[in-house]
């Protein structure tokens, strides 16, 4: 069984920093790619950040120069730091990994975290 498990949510002032940490566990042959996705209340959920086994990363025009994303493929885990953070940044933030579980697996398959609320409030 694969998870994927998410921490360093919570509530920050505008203008803060938080650093999300999403790691893989289990039975895991190759993550091609990773990536972080929001949703907030009442809007489609959508990609604030990816990045590839090599390192290339996509980052959301909305969260440029304010949002990093890292990995360390030795640990399967992946990063988001956060800056300046401003109210439209709250959501719930999932991180999802692109992987296959044995060498002789066809396809890649899609996991989900079980997503960290973050909240931008004074």
């Known amino acids: 069984q694969v998870q994927l498990v998410e921490s360093g949510g919570g509530l920050v002032q505008p203008g803060g920093s938080l650093r999300l940490s999403c790691a893989a566990s289990g039975t895991i042959f190759m993550i091609n790619y990773m990536g972080w996705y929001r949703q907030a209340p009442g809007k489609q959920r959508e990609l604030v950040a990816m990045?590839?086994?090599?390192?290339?990363?996509n980052v959301a025009d909305s969260v440029k120069g304010r949002f990093t994303i890292s990995r360390d493929n030795a640990k399967n885990t992946m990063y988001l730091e956060m800056n300046s953070l401003k109210p439209e940044d709250t959501a719930v933030y999932y991180c999802?990994?692109?992987?296959?579980?044995?060498?002789?697996?066809?396809?890649?398959?899609?996991?989900w975290g079980q997503g960290s609320q973050v909240t931008v409030s004074s």
């Open positions: 999802k990994a692109y992987l296959k579980v044995r060498w002789s697996d066809p396809n890649f398959i899609d996991y």
């Open positions: 990045i590839t086994s090599g390192g290339i990363t």
